[in-house]
């Protein structure tokens, strides 16, 4: 079964540094996204990306965030300069063209940890 | 806008017991997708369930079963004889359409805690 492969698994960064995630989504779909879970909390939505442009992106993703699709395989996700409060769990997903057709494959998540 | 509520924050019960988790969602769309995802202490999402608003047929699958009630906004998931393997953060999440870049919008989760 296609899997969506995120990593590292876990990264720890001091504040301030710059870090990025790197997630490689199923080969045939078309939309991607990164969501947050903060330890204990409810998973949350940051940017979703198709076409090789940002479709949508939260409050939570303001300038500090970016997204790129370097090579049409690898899908980052860019923090310039990490706070605390950045500490989470991030979760790469995807999807084909239709939500009927399969739904989003989520990968196991990156847990970042800021010091 | 979307919005999924789980009321439930924690839940324990003692193995084998039944034990149902809610979940009322808001939506204006009349196209729309539900889901239940299992969240395993490891940290995985597993997804279990995908239900489309045109479908409010009752779903089986083992011990699980989902009752999807339109007429209540309602997309409950019950566990059946549950087992201490149970024991995980379930949440419960919906989209608009099933088309688009449509994002998943999850409601806070439930923790369940099977006791052996």
């Known amino acids: 079964e296609p899997e969506v492969t995120q990593t590292p698994s876990h990264q720890v960064t001091q504040m301030g540094q710059e870090v990025i995630l790197h997630c490689v989504p199923i080969s045939n779909h078309l939309y991607f996204y990164w969501y947050r879970q903060i330890l204990g909390q409810k998973v949350e939505f940051l940017v979703s990306?198709?076409?090789?442009?940002?479709?949508?992106k939260s409050e939570i993703f303001d300038d500090q965030f970016s997204v790129e699709r370097p090579d049409g395989s690898n899908f980052t996700l860019k923090i310039r300069s990490t706070k605390l409060e950045d500490s989470a769990m991030y979760f790469c997903a995807s999807r084909p063209n239709r939500v009927v057709d399969y739904g989003y494959t989520f990968g196991s998540g990156t847990r970042l940890t800021v010091v | 806008a979307q919005k999924v509520t789980q009321a439930q924050t924690e839940i324990s019960v003692v193995e084998k017991e039944d034990v149902t988790l809610d979940c009322v969602y808001e939506t204006r769309d009349t196209t729309y997708y539900l889901f239940w995802y299992k969240q395993p202490p490891s940290g995985e999402l597993v997804f279990l369930i995908r239900r489309n608003s045109f479908d409010e047929q009752n779903e089986i699958s083992g011990r699980y079963s989902w009752n999807f009630q339109k007429s209540t906004s309602s997309f409950n998931f019950t566990i059946t004889a549950s087992q201490v393997v149970d024991s995980a953060v379930y949440f419960c999440a919906l989209v608009r359409g099933n088309q688009g870049a449509q994002k998943l919008v999850f409601g806070q989760g439930t923790r369940l805690t099977i006791n052996p």
């Open positions: 990306f198709y076409n090789n442009e940002i479709s949508e």
